[in-house]
Antibody, heavy 114, light 107 residues
Framework: EVKLVESGGGLVQPGRSLKLSCAAS????????MGWVRQAPGKGLEWIGE????????NYTPSLKDKFTISRDNAQNTLYLQMSKLGSEDTAIYYC???????WGQGVMVTVSS | DIQMTQSPSFLSASVGDRVTINCKAS??????LNWYQQKLGEAPKRLIY???NLQTGIPSRFSGSGSGTDYTLTISSLQPEDFATYFC?????????FGSGTKLEIK
């Protein structure tokens, strides 16, 4: 069974950083590009970016490229999202998924507020 | 970036109705278009991939069509469990982009 479990979310002050994790199981993690998508409260879905199998290629949505960094650890079957200079606009549920976007984690909430 | 214009934003329909939801891309996306259903408090669920391929386990009342810039999700006979929000996703080129969503409600 494919399982994706995001963690690391919570309440963070504006301007601070936060690192999310996504633990994957049930499929061959190191065979897939992996990505992050977010959804602000009551809003639509926004693709953040994706990383290829050996981390040699990472694509981001342009507006987030300077704030967010995607990485992975294939030995740990884990995907990461490092977020910096957080603002209220980054308040959202963050989901991880393989690049086929057929399986999704349950999401993790990040709230940016003082 | 490819813009995805989804319509309608809101749709009111009855059980048994046939409904269509549309996504128009700002340029040719070569049928690299997926459809998702999302219920309140849940992660999105993929219904259709690459325009017209039904995800395993999804009922056959869901179907997709289209080419070039214009794509359609059709639900042939609405069931109570289909009332949800639907999104399209183009994965032809980076950055990937989603449609803004269609909220399907019971009339």
């Amino acid at each position: 069974e494919v399982k994706l479990v995001e963690s690391g979310g919570g309440l963070v002050q504006p301007g601070r950083s936060l690192k999310l994790s996504c633990a994957a199981s049930g499929f061959s993690f190191n065979d897939y590009w992996m990505g992050w998508v977010r959804q602000a409260p009551g809003k639509g879905l926004e693709w953040i970016g994706e990383i290829n199998q050996d981390s040699s290629t990472i694509n981001y949505t342009p507006s987030l490229k300077d704030k967010f960094t995607i990485s992975r650890d294939n030995a740990q079957n884990t995907l990461y999202l490092q977020m910096s200079k957080l603002g209220s606009e980054d308040t959202a549920i963050y989901y991880c998924a393989p690049d086929t976007f057929d399986y999704w984690g349950q999401g993790v909430m990040v709230t940016v507020s003082s | 970036d490819i813009q995805m214009t989804q319509s309608p934003s809101f749709l009111s329909a009855s059980v048994g109705d046939r409904v269509t939801i549309n996504c128009k891309a700002s340029q040719n996306i070569n049928k690299y278009l997926n459809w998702y259903q999302q219920k309140l408090g849940e992660a999105p669920k993929r219904l259709i991939y690459n325009t017209n391929n039904l995800q395993t386990g999804i009922p056959s009342r869901f179907s997709g069509s289209g080419s070039g810039t214009d794509y359609t999700l059709t639900i042939s006979s609405l069931q109570p469990e289909d009332f949800a929000t639907y999104f399209c996703l183009q994965h032809n080129s980076f950055p990937l982009t989603f449609g803004s969503g269609t909220k399907l409600e019971i009339k």
